[in-house]
């Protein structure tokens, strides 16, 4: 089940590499939630049955799923360690450990992998060319349309978030509407 009823998923399966690791990228994570997908997440919840309230907070400016407790997603089942709305869940979980930053001077997104030892699934990407790109095309399509769809705040903040750990493994020019978007928040701060 993805999106819509029987539409391709959003991403190759990892679970084979993810449910073996100890290293749990859903813990503080905090992805991004823009109004599209936090409907999408929420009908999702309601035609699987999942009762899960009040599944959102807000900080700096951006909105995310809420963590548990001890830190963890609020999606992430305790039991399987696999998150319960994986068909529909944030697009920089789709995307990892493909990560983004943008370089304002230069007019470009530059497209991050993460270190095997911070993401297991990053060193098989890694080592095996053909599935990094195919993984890097998904990502894109996911990060460009998050950056897209965030106003120019919840961007900014998301952006000053330090992503350790990582090394650029291309880049591209980034659409004159979020150049623009991100340079009209840019002359606020100044001012």
């Not at 979980?93 to 001077?105: E, H, S, W």
Request: glycine residues 4%; positive net charge.
């Amino acid at each position: 089940m993805s999106e819509k009823m029987g539409e391709q998923p959003r991403q190759a399966n990892f679970f084979n590499i993810c449910e073996n690791c100890s290293v749990s990228c859903c813990v503080r994570a905090r992805p991004p939630i823009t109004p599209k997908r936090k409907t999408i997440i929420e009908n999702y919840l309601k035609a699987t049955g999942l009762a899960i309230e009040n599944a959102f907070e807000e900080k700096n400016t951006y909105l995310f799923p809420r963590e548990t407790e001890g830190n963890q997603c609020i999606f992430l089942d305790k039991t399987t360690k696999k998150c319960q709305i994986h068909p529909v869940k944030p697009e920089t979980c789709v995307a990892g450990p493909i990560t983004f930053d943008i370089n304002l001077k230069k007019g470009e997104v530059e497209w991050l992998l993460k270190t095997e030892k911070i993401c297991p699934l990053a060193g098989v990407l890694y080592k095996n060319k053909w599935k990094l790109q195919s993984h890097l095309e998904s990502a894109r399509k996911e990060l460009l349309k998050l950056v897209n769809d965030l106003d120019a705040e919840a961007l900014r903040a998301i952006l000053k978030i330090e992503e350790p750990e990582t090394f650029k493994i291309r880049e591209d020019n980034l659409s004159p509407e979020v150049l623009a978007k991100l340079n009209s928040v840019a002359k606020k701060d100044q001012l």
